[in-house]
């Protein structure tokens, strides 16, 4: 192979988590096509999302997309918080959550209540505890889109 990126010597693999022998091969094969054969641009970085871990509103606050770009990572990370989640919607959202576009108002906040209301002028309060049942279902629709439909990664727990 004429790309070694992801192999650090001969025989000896590099590998993101996950990522299997024969994964690394098609990946490999992939990137010479592309990259080499057909000579298509790189427009991208392969990166794994950070560990779940817990994080207060303030360190929420800070991936809002106008954050410093992370080494391994193109764009600086975007997270949403929901039910209690932390979701990093760069992943496959990076487009509809930067600076600059409509969802953006999300990033780097708690928005269960805002997602439960459908109230987007300004995400202004934290608080759950008063919401009808409909507003929970709404919210729990999109906690459950997050998760399963978009798959966006939890990299994160709310403690306050």
Do not use: C
Not at 6 to 32: C, K, Y
Not at 118 to 127: A, L, N, Y
């Amino acid at each position: 192979h004429r790309y070694r990126h992801l192999t650090s010597s001969p025989g000896a693999q590099n590998r993101a988590p996950g990522i299997s022998a024969v994964e690394m091969d098609q990946l490999e094969q992939w990137i010479n096509k592309y990259k080499y054969e057909k000579e298509y641009p790189v427009v991208g970085k392969l990166s794994t999302p950070p560990a779940r871990r817990p994080m207060t509103v303030e360190e929420l606050a800070e991936f809002n997309g106008a954050g410093a770009v992370p080494e391994d990572r193109v764009d600086p990370p975007l997270y949403v918080g929901i039910k209690g989640k932390v979701y990093d919607v760069s992943y496959g959202g990076f487009d509809m959550y930067k600076p600059g576009t409509t969802y953006n108002i999300f990033a780097g906040k708690d928005s269960s209540r805002s997602l439960a209301t459908m109230q987007f002028d300004e995400i202004k309060s934290r608080k759950i505890d008063d919401l009808t049942p409909e507003q929970l279902k709404t919210m729990d629709d999109w906690d459950i889109k997050f998760e399963t439909k978009r798959f966006y990664p939890i990299v994160g727990d709310l403690t306050n």
